[in-house]
């Protein structure tokens, strides 16, 4: 059994989140404290965000000194930077329990840069708070000053739980980019033409194809519901232009209209934006990819 303590009191998204990452890395099996009481600190087997004290060779874990831990860009680190920093990737290990050991690093790296980072920066005031940021709902949590037979400690708790479920949900999400990065790079192993890439599930694909470098891609073909789609790449991340448009002859067509333009039978539609269009069949999504690669 653990036992880890944190200061009582008013309590932020960075203490709440970190006793969500211990509670989720050691399965429950810890006793928590709240005081701000020298001695009951000096007895836990971690601190966090209390104490005056970082030093991570003794589980001792605050940030309020003036010597406060930094990340290597020179972002200051919150407790629940430290804490997941630590403990991450055994909670990423007790959320994922099948993840080898690479994915298990890429999902704590993802969550870290991400989830992690952002309540670090709350914390410490490098960002301005927003009445939707994880950190002011869990904050949201506290009693107010006319609640007055509410329970400091019982509250907390129920912040972690919403923490503990928003950190799971993020790796979740993290874990499905790795196996869709994964699966993106299959696709191009064997793709039949360096401009089209073909999916056979319905994967995320956009953040994959910039991060395996794949500069020739120029439209991607994956399955939607019943139907299939083909979808313009974008020049960068982020972006809603394409490095090579659908056909301009195309642009807002559908169903008899752009069967007819194409020669594709079961075309279904063409954006008017020129960076999405369908067909019912994946031989028909190919299709027309493939008269976009010979049109450009």
Same mark, same amino acid.
């Given at each position: 059994?653990? *036992?880890?303590?944190?200061?009582?009191?008013?309590f932020?998204?960075?203490?709440?989140f970190?006793y969500a990452i211990?509670?989720?890395?050691? =399965?429950?099996r810890?006793?928590?404290?709240?005081s701000r009481d020298?001695a *009951?600190l000096?007895r836990?087997?971690?601190?966090?965000?209390?104490?005056?004290l970082?030093?991570p060779?003794a589980?001792?874990?605050?940030?309020?000194?003036?010597?406060?831990?930094l990340?290597?860009d020179?972002?200051?680190?919150?407790?629940?930077g430290l804490?997941w920093?630590d403990?991450?990737?055994?909670?990423?290990?007790?959320?994922?329990?099948?993840a080898?050991?690479e994915?298990?690093?890429?999902v704590?790296l993802?969550?870290?840069?991400?989830?992690?980072?952002?309540?670090?920066?709350?914390?410490?005031?490098? *960002?301005?708070p927003?009445p =939707?940021?994880?950190?002011?709902?869990?904050?949201?949590?506290?009693?107010?000053?006319?609640?007055?037979?509410r329970?400091?400690?019982?509250?907390?708790?129920?912040a972690?739980?919403?923490?503990?479920?928003?950190m799971?949900r993020?790796?979740a999400?993290?874990?499905?980019a790795v196996?869709?990065k994964? *699966?993106?790079?299959?696709a191009?192993?064997?793709?039949?033409?360096p401009?089209?890439?073909?999916?056979?599930r319905r994967v995320p694909?956009e953040?994959a194809v910039?991060d395996?470098g794949?500069s020739?891609?120029?439209y991607?073909v994956r399955?939607?519901?019943?139907d299939?789609?083909?979808?313009?790449?974008?020049?960068?991340?982020g972006?809603?232009?394409q490095?090579?448009?659908?056909?301009?002859?195309?642009?807002?067509?559908?169903?008899?209209?752009?069967?007819?333009i194409?020669a594709?039978a079961?075309?279904?539609?063409?954006?008017p934006?020129?960076?999405?269009?369908?067909a019912?069949s994946?031989?028909?999504?190919?299709?027309?990819a493939?008269?976009?690669v010979?049109?450009?």
């Amino acid at each position: 059994m653990l *036992t880890v303590a944190t200061h009582s009191g008013t309590f932020h998204a960075d203490d709440v989140f970190a006793y969500a990452i211990l509670k989720t890395a050691t =399965g429950g099996r810890l006793a928590l404290t709240r005081s701000r009481d020298g001695a *009951t600190l000096a007895r836990a087997d971690v601190v966090f965000d209390v104490g005056g004290l970082y030093d991570p060779a003794a589980r001792r874990y605050d940030h309020h000194m003036r010597d406060k831990p930094l990340r290597a860009d020179g972002a200051p680190y919150s407790s629940a930077g430290l804490i997941w920093r630590d403990f991450g990737s055994e909670a990423v290990r007790a959320l994922l329990p099948q993840a080898g050991p690479e994915t298990v690093a890429a999902v704590w790296l993802s969550v870290d840069q991400g989830l992690v980072r952002d309540v670090d920066l709350m914390d410490n005031g490098a *960002t301005l708070p927003m009445p =939707g940021h994880v950190s002011t709902l869990l904050e949201a949590w506290n009693p107010t000053f006319a609640e007055d037979s509410r329970d400091e400690n019982a509250a907390f708790h129920d912040a972690v739980q919403l923490a503990a479920a928003v950190m799971a949900r993020a790796c979740a999400h993290a874990h499905a980019a790795v196996l869709a990065k994964d *699966t993106v790079a299959e696709a191009a192993r064997r793709a039949p033409h360096p401009a089209i890439l073909v999916l056979e599930r319905r994967v995320p694909w956009e953040d994959a194809v910039f991060d395996l470098g794949l500069s020739e891609v120029l439209y991607v073909v994956r399955p939607a519901g019943n139907d299939w789609t083909c979808s313009a790449v974008p020049p960068e991340k982020g972006s809603f232009a394409q490095r090579q448009p659908l056909p301009d002859a195309w642009a807002g067509l559908r169903d008899e209209a752009l069967a007819a333009i194409s020669a594709v039978a079961d075309a279904t539609f063409c954006h008017p934006a020129r960076f999405v269009c369908g067909a019912r069949s994946r031989d028909g999504a190919l299709a027309l990819a493939r008269l976009a690669v010979a049109e450009s």
